[in-house]
């Protein structure tokens, strides 16, 4: 989880101007708050990827909705990172390069005492500024 400092950007509520095809761009490399009301950026992009991913939707219902969503990739692949600040753990999933509506998830992972401040810190207040690592 050390290149958390990449993603801080988009903790904030984006107004409804936003198209829906420009939301992957606005997405990507970002950690998103997930709150449902007032709905966040990031609860938008979570349902966005329920309606994609069976596999998500298993998942959020054995772990609930997570705190904070990151979306990122490299090169072909495609991550999203989900964030449990209650039980500080975080579960990575891939989209499978063979099958493009599906994903396999990693972890738990934990998230490290600097995260947990950096992030509880936004939740507590989304209009917070990011901090680079």
Known sequence: MATLGLWLGSCSQVTDTLALGNMEAAAKDQIMLVRKDPASFGYRRLESHLATYPELNLFISQHGIPDFLAETG???????????????EAFVSR???ENRSSLEFAGPYPVTSKEFRL??????DPSKRPVKF
């Open 74 to 88: 490299s090169r072909d692949q495609r991550y999203l990172i989900l964030y449990y600040l209650k039980v500080r």
């Open 119 to 124: 992030l509880d810190g936004f939740r507590s």
């Open 95 to 97: 989209v499978r390069p």
